[in-house]
Each structure stands twice: as structure tokens, then as C-alpha cells.
């Protein structure tokens, strides 16, 4: 059964293969024809092109004709001609695929032709790149064919103000980042004036190295926070008591996983506990009676934080402290650094605290995106890599991108050596340090390849102790990255480099270094200190060898106290580990199990890091649709010209219905304090005093006291607009009242929404399905939220003080202070007095007028 589905799928890419091939040959019977024109006939073409395309004409149609003049120009203006297998790359990317690639087979020069043909309909192509030197780089070398051609090229960094940014997104081509592309349309829903928007409708996306940005970058969703009020002395006081725990730290580099006496870890989850020592421990150390009581319940967060910070996060693998005694964390996919980016929920100030750092203020969601549903938003997506098969499914599946392995230019030579295993740490770098130096006296270029900044520190220490001349290519130096790569491949050369640092450039071969004449010392030597956890990350750092045709060497050293191993080696792999040591520390094993082993492990990991990334998903699917009614809405306030006031009337209408029908529930219709009561509301929220009175009320059915208050309602809305006598400024205000409301509104929802992911996993324990009770609650809170919103617009509509010169309304906000505990001590109202809460109901409306249930809001902080 496996062999039939494994042929199917080999039959499959044979026949695209050959589909490919046709229409790449279709495109080189064009080649006479463009190479006899003039470089102005050449450049004609794309007005022709773009004419063509506004006439109603399919951009398939025209792929042959505008993939040779693309062609023709890059080796005019580029002095680069694309090959056969480069042309059948550029359809699948034109198609919205991905072609697998190999490294060093000119995957830049492939996109310039579906780029310039999707350019042609003028609605934008997107360019999207790992990092910003990148995006740079390529913007600056292919900017050149794309200007000579006609078209117009943007680069979008993070340091370009937004009337920059809108230049750069006006273009026909946009060179940028996933991240500033995501930020970019999570800003944009967040302006208040359209022509402070910077993106355009989204088009297409090609993505380069696309497995990095779809696949690895996917577990983190993009967010945007605001500040929220915090305290930094409890940080302290939780890291001054975690660091008082007995028990051993964990380190990569030593193996130290031992369980402490305070505290365990659990390896393979990687999460961390107090034991019954520890808990006893931290009773005394805060003077209390039971940790895990109700009114601890914030202190056991910081506590487990403090825990985290110390025994779990490890400084120069998974963060590092810049010069600026700031905390950065480090991309375990990439070893660079995240600028701008934090830990979540607390711990990275607990990390903060541990390294003795200043401590910045905890921050609230405001907007978030998760990178796959960002780019799903695109009318066609595709991208390319060097390595994308492992994770086929999962383009298939959240993407609906197929992979299409595309041939080799020339044969590949590459050497590539089975692994090789010792029993420890120490034995791994020693038969590594011999390796290089046995490789360096015969003048051969090496690319060490490491997992963990740490790593490639351990080597570079050993390497100065050799006097052999090396760089270091880690996420503290990544701005030299191309200067490095540059001379990487010079004779002699020792570059050692973290994961996927100078990933994108190519190491070209400098003279002599494929001469020698033994083949093991030919070309550039790939050396892996340790297996990554992704397959697809091996094969990258393989792939920086034996480039074009090249000759090249790759050889992986690994121990069985790697962290791979640790995490999740077999029993069998710990029996092999007692007959090495017995035959000596130097021992190495090549062997077909532990071979086997290490890809079985690979691939659990891979299945782990799929499942989060898929959930991540699943969630961020939940609020989708909330996210795009909201925007949808948003749009449409903030582009409309015409009179809002249809809109607003349903608002009130359905504000006012709400209230009448709240009341009459908790009461009866003849009660004369539920009328009372009713009154009161209607008195604070929309009307004057005595405008609705008893007796108006009096004798009056539910619908006849709507119907009531509407009218009167629309009598004050009307006298209110009278204040603004030009048509302009009533939309102005109408507009900003809408905008600020919705946008409080669903900052709060979407961080209420992120809190209560935290806590609705713990609902598996009781057998019910976390996804479908987020779903549940949080349709729930969507309703409550548009109930609060509508509310809110009313009151600020009918109550705002406008005078003839008005245009915004000041709004107070609910102003709350928290103590070092993070327990509510006070809130203020509007006009800055204290509300009483303790004698508010669960489900009576709260009184700071949000329109909220009391539980669904202070009473949330109020109850602890």
C-alpha cells in the first residue's frame, strides 16, 4: 500500500515535471526573437504587456512572451541568463506553488519572471524575505532589471515612517519582511483616516525561503500590545526566592538535567514544578499559609515565571542581553535575534529580573495575526526553498500550496558522510576539533554548523586554544553576516555559524579550493556539531556545499548527551551508551539503528512542532472571522463620505431595546422600581433628567416604552448634529466616536480572548475539547462586545458636550490603579469618583457603564 502511494506521488512529479518542461521550451522559442530587439523595443514590451493585461487579457496567456523578455533583459541589464530548470521554477511560482530548489541553483533570478508578469496588472507583488538585509540586498540587485523594464520597486523596512511605507506598497514590486507586512496590516486597522492606511488590497506574495517564513516563524502569531499597568517588585522578590532553590541548573553545554531538590524538570515538555521542599519553601519566604490558594493565584504566576527564567530559559541559547542591557530572544530557527519582540505572559520580565536587568512595563494585546492567516488573506501565495518536502502536508493543508522538486542545472558532487555518534559531549568536540584542523592544513574552505549560540562559542574557545584564524557568525554579530559568508568559501577559510545565519547567500568557491587532488578535500566541508530538531534545518546547512556543480564534503557529529537525544532517545539508545563507555570515551559508533533513531526523533519533533503550529491556527481561526467583521467595519467607517446616522440609529435602537429588555427580565413590567430603575438608566445613559419620567412609563407595554425612548432619542440626536452645522464636521464626529469605541473595545476583547486561551486548556482535564469551548466563550464575548460597543456610542453620541467648535470628543476613560499585588484597590467613573462595587450582582450591568455584565468585567479583577 505505502510503495503504491509513494509511486503515485513520484508519477505525479514526473508528469508536472514534464508539463514544466513543455512550457519552459515554449518560453525559449521566444529567446531569437527578443534577442534581435533594441533595448527601447525590449523596454516597449512591458507598456505593451500592461495594455494587453488592462484589455481584459489572462496573465497565463502572456506568461511565455513576458517570462522572455524578463529573460532577455536579466542578461542585458544582469548579465544573467536564466537556465531550463530556473524558466520551470518561475511557472510553479506563477502557478502559486513552491519549486523545491537546491541551494546555489540562482532561486533570486528564478522569481524576476513570475515577478515582473504578476507586476504587470499593476495590483502589487510582494517580494517577502527573511530579514531585512536580505530584502535589501535583493531590492538594490534585482531593482535594477524590474527599473530598466519599466516598473516601479518599493522597500519596506521598520524604520520607514508610514508615508513612506505607502510609497514603498504603491509600487509595482514591494521588497519586505513577513513581520513589517503583518505589523503593517494590523497598524492599518488601527488608523482612524483612510490616508493614513499604507497597504493596498493584497495580491500576490512570493516568498523566499519560504519554509523559514510559512513553517518555522508560524508558531509565533504577530502582535501588536499596548502598556498595562504592572508591578516590578514582585518580579524581584519571585527571582530572589527562585534563586535560593537548591537543585541543578539546566545547561545544554554540561547535561546537567538532574531533578533538584525544590524543583523538577520535566525534559521532554520542558516545563518545570516546585516539589513538596519547594512549596513548604516558598510559604515561608512570602508568609503565607497555602501557595496554591485562590488569593495566591497571582503570586503562584510569578513564581512559576521566576522558575522558568532561571532553570528553563538559558542565556546565549534561547535569549541574550545586549549592550544595552536589554533581554532579546533568539530565534532557535534562524540564531538571530528578534528585536522588538517579547515573551508573553510575564516571562520576560522574569527574565528580566533574573539577569538583573530593568524590568519593562507587561503589556496588553491590542491586535494580533497569526502569519498563516496573514497570508492567506492573498489572492495567490507562493514561495521557494531549497527544502520544503518534509513539511508538504502542512503547505498542502493550511496553504494549499503543492511542492514541486525541480532538477539540478548540473549533477551534484557533494560528498555527503554518515553520521557520526560518541558517547559524550566532550569526545564529539574533540573528534571535531581534529576534523578542522586536518581539514585546515590542507587549505580546504569549513562551515561548522551549530545549534545554539553557546555551541559556537564552545568551538570558537577551542579553535583560538588550535591557532586556527576563524569567524563566528552568531546572533551577536548577524549585521558582518554577508561580509563573512562573502569569504567563506575563500581557501583556508573556518566560518562557524549558527543554524541558518547567512542563510540566502551563497558561499562562492574562491581559486585553487577545488583543485585539490583528493576528493575529500575538495570544494567547501560542511561540518555539523549536532542534528537539528527539523530534518529540513540539516538539509539546509548540507546544501551550503556543493553549490552549481561544486565538489563539497558534509559530515554530522553527534553525542548521545545532545539535546536531541536527551529529549527523546529511546531506552535502546541508553543501552548502547552503556557498552560504548565501557569500550572507551573515544569510541564512535556508525550505525543503521542509531541512524534510524535519530530521523524517528526528527521526525516526532516535526509532528510536535506541526500539532502547535496548527493549533496556534486553530485559535486564531476562532477570532478570523471576528478580526474581519470588525475590520470589514472599520473600513467601511473610515472611507465612507456620506452621513452616518443610519448606522447610528440601529445603534441606538438596538441599545435602547437591550436596556428595556434587561430590565423588564430582572423585574416586573408593572413593578414601579424595575420603572424606576429603568428610568435612572436611560436618565445616565441617553437622555436628560426628566425627559422619561413614571409616569410617561406607566401602563405602557415593552415595546410602546422602545418606542419611547427612541423618539426622544432621536430628537436629542438630532439636536446634538444642530451643534455641528457643517455636513463635514458631523462625520468627523460621528466617525471618531465610532473609532474609539470599537477600537477600546476590541483591544479589550482580543486580550480578554488571549487570557482566556491561558486558562480554557486546563478544560481538557476535564474531558471537554479546549478549541470547542475557546469557540463557545468566545462567540459569546464577540456578542457582549458589540452589545458594549453599540452602548457606548449612544452614551457618548447623546451625552457629549458639544460646543459649536467641537470636533472630537474628549473621552474620560475608566482610570483603574493597582497595587505591587496586582489586586484592584480602586476605579474611578468619568467624572473621577470611586465606584462601590461590593454590593454589584454577577449578572447585574456593571456600574462603571460599560454595558458589560458586572462578571464579564470589574468583576473579573474585582473577585480576584
Not at 596 to 617: A, H, M, P
Request: hydrophobic share 35%.
Amino acid at each position: 500500500m505505502a510503495n503504491n502511494i509513494i509511486r503515485r506521488v513520484v508519477e505525479n512529479d514526473k508528469k508536472e515535471l514534464r508539463k514544466l518542461n513543455r512550457m519552459a521550451l515554449k518560453v525559449e522559442t521566444f529567446a531569437d526573437e527578443m534577442e534581435h530587439l533594441t533595448d527601447e523595443q525590449l523596454k516597449a514590451k512591458t507598456p505593451e504587456l500592461r495594455e494587453r493585461v488592462a484589455k481584459g487579457e489572462d496573465l497565463d496567456d502572456l506568461l511565455y512572451e513576458a517570462f522572455a523578455v524578463c529573460r532577455e533583459a536579466a542578461k542585458r541589464v544582469l548579465g544573467l541568463f536564466p537556465f531550463h530548470v530556473q524558466i520551470m521554477g518561475g511557472i510553479v511560482l506563477h502557478n502559486g506553488d513552491v519549486p523545491e530548489m537546491r541551494t546555489g541553483e540562482g532561486k533570486t533570478l528564478t522569481a524576476t519572471m513570475p515577478v515582473y508578469l504578476n507586476a504587470l496588472s499593476g495590483k502589487g507583488v510582494h517580494v517577502v524575505t527573511v530579514n531585512e538585509y536580505l530584502a535589501t540586498r535583493d531590492m538594490t540587485e534585482m531593482g535594477e532589471l524590474y527599473n530598466w523594464l519599466g516598473l516601479t520597486v518599493g522597500l519596506n523596512l521598520n524604520s520607514k515612517s508610514p508615508e513612506e511605507k505607502r510609497e514603498a506598497y504603491n509600487c509595482d514590486i514591494t521588497y519586505s519582511t513577513s513581520a513589517e507586512l503583518g505589523f503593517d496590516y494590523l497598524r492599518d486597522n488601527m488608523v482612524t483616516r483612510f490616508e493614513d492606511m499604507t497597504q493596498r488590497p493584497l495580491n500576490y506574495a512570493l516568498v523566499d525561503e519560504v519554509d523559514s517564513i510559512l513553517v518555522d516563524e508560524a508558531r509565533t502569531p504577530l502582535i501588536i500590545s499596548g502598556q498595562a499597568e504592572s508591578s516590578s517588585a514582585l518580579y524581584y522578590r519571585a527571582d530572589q526566592f527562585t534563586k535560593n532553590l537548591k537543585g541543578q541548573n539546566l545547561n545544554i553545554a554540561t547535561s546537567d538535567y538532574e531533578e533538584g531538590d525544590d524543583y523538577k524538570i520535566d525534559l521532554q515538555s520542558k516545563t518545570i514544578s516546585l516539589t513538596e521542599e519547594g512549596i513548604d519553601k516558598a510559604e515561608k519566604f512570602f508568609a503565607i499559609d497555602n501557595l496554591y490558594d485562590m488569593e495566591n493565584v497571582a503570586l503562584t504566576h510569578f513564581v512559576d515565571n521566576a522558575l522558568r527564567a532561571n532553570f528553563i530559559m538559558l542565556h546565549d541559547i534561547d535569549y541574550m542581553v545586549d549592550e544595552n542591557q536589554e533581554v532579546l530572544i533568539i530565534d532557535q530557527f534562524t540564531g538571530r535575534t528578534m528585536p522588538g519582540r517579547r515573551y508573553s505572559d510575564g516571562l520576560h520580565q522574569a527574565i528580566e529580573a533574573k539577569e538583573s536587568v530593568p524590568i519593562q512595563d507587561e503589556s496588553k494585546t491590542m491586535a494580533s495575526i497569526t502569519i498563516q492567516n496573514y497570508f492567506r488573506m492573498y489572492k495567490k501565495l507562493s514561495g521557494m526553498t531549497g527544502t520544503a518536502k518534509t513539511e508538504e502536508e502542512e503547505f498542502r493543508e493550511i496553504y494549499n500550496i503543492q511542492i514541486t522538486p525541480i532538477p539540478t542545472n548540473k549533477p551534484i558532487l557533494r560528498l555527503d558522510h554518515p553520521d557520526l555518534l560518541y558517547p559524550t559531549l566532550e569526545s564529539k568536540f574533540n573528534a571535531v576539533l581534529e576534523d578542522i584542523k586536518r581539514r585546515h592544513a590542507e587549505g580546504q574552505p569549513l562551515l561548522i554548523g551549530t545549534v545554539a549560540v553557546e555551541t559556537s562559542e564552545l568551538i570558537s574557545n577551542k579553535l583560538v586554544e588550535a591557532k586556527i584564524p576563524h569567524e563566528v557568525l552568531n546572533a551577536k554579530n548577524h549585521f558582518r553576516e554577508a561580509q563573512i559568508i562573502m569569504n567563506a568559501g575563500q581557501q583556508g577559510a573556518v566560518t562557524i555559524a549558527t543554524n541558518m545565519a547567512g542563510r540566502g547567500t551563497d558561499i562562492k568557491l574562491g581559486p585553487g579550493v577545488i583543485d585539490h587532488a583528493d576528493p575529500e578535500f575538495r570544494g567547501l566541508a560542511v561540518i555539523g556539531t549536532e542534528r537539528h530538531e527539523s530534518r529540513r534545518i540539516d538539509n539546509q546547512l548540507r546544501g551550503r556545499a556543493g553549490r552549481q556543480g561544486d565538489p563539497g564534503v558534509s559530515q554530522f557529529y553527534l553525542s548521545l548527551e545532545d539535546e536531541l537525544m536527551k529529549r527523546f532517545g529511546s531506552e535502546r539508545v541508553s543501552v548502547f551508551l552503556d557498552r560504548m563507555r565501557i569500550s572507551g570515551e573515544d569510541a564512535v559508533i556508525k550505525s543503521g539503528l542509531i541512524t534510524r533513531q535519530i530521523e524517528s526523533s526528527q521526525k516526532r519533533v516535526e509532528g510536535n512542532n506541526y500539532d502547535s503550529r496548527k493549533q496556534v491556527l486553530q485559535y486564531d481561526d476562532v477570532i478570523r472571522e471576528q478580526r474581519e467583521v470588525i475590520y470589514a467595519q472599520r473600513y467601511q467607517v473610515i472611507t465612507t463620505q456620506e452621513d452616518m446616522t443610519p448606522i447610528l440609529m440601529g445603534m441606538f435602537k438596538r441599545t435602547i431595546e437591550r436596556q428595556v429588555d434587561g430590565h423588564l427580565i430582572a423585574g416586573d413590567i408593572k413593578d414601579e422600581q424595575t420603572l424606576m430603575n429603568l428610568e435612572k438608566t436611560v436618565e445616565n445613559t441617553m437622555l436628560s433628567e426628566g425627559e422619561v419620567n413614571l409616569e410617561l412609563l406607566k401602563g405602557k407595554t415593552a415595546q410602546e416604552m422602545k418606542d419611547l425612548i427612541f423618539d426622544k432619542v432621536k430628537t436629542r440626536y438630532a439636536s446634538q448634529m444642530e451643534k455641528l452645522s457643517e455636513a463635514d464636521r458631523q462625520l468627523e464626529f460621528q466617525r471618531a466616536v465610532v473609532l474609539r469605541v470599537v477600537d477600546n473595545n476590541w483591544s479589550e476583547h482580543i486580550d480578554a480572548l488571549d487570557q482566556m486561551r491561558q486558562s480554557v486548556g486546563l478544560r481538557g482535564y476535564a474531558q471537554n475539547n479546549p478549541i470547542v469551548e475557546y469557540q463557545e466563550e468566545s462567540y459569546k464575548m464577540f456578542n457582549d462586545m458589540i452589545g458594549a460597543i453599540e452602548f457606548e456610542v449612544t452614551r457618548l453620541m447623546m451625552k457629549a458636550q458639544i460646543q459649536p467648535q467641537t470636533v472630537v470628543p474628549e473621552q474620560k476613560a475608566t482610570h483603574i490603579t493597582t497595587t505591587s499585588q496586582g489586586n484592584l484597590t480602586e476605579v474611578r467613573n468619568a467624572d473621577g469618583q470611586v465606584i462601590d462595587f461590593s454590593n454589584v450582582g454577577r449578572n447585574d450591568p456593571c456600574p462603571c457603564g460599560s454595558g458589560k455584565k458586572f462578571k464579564n468585567c470589574h468583576g473579573r479583577v474585582h473577585n480576584g
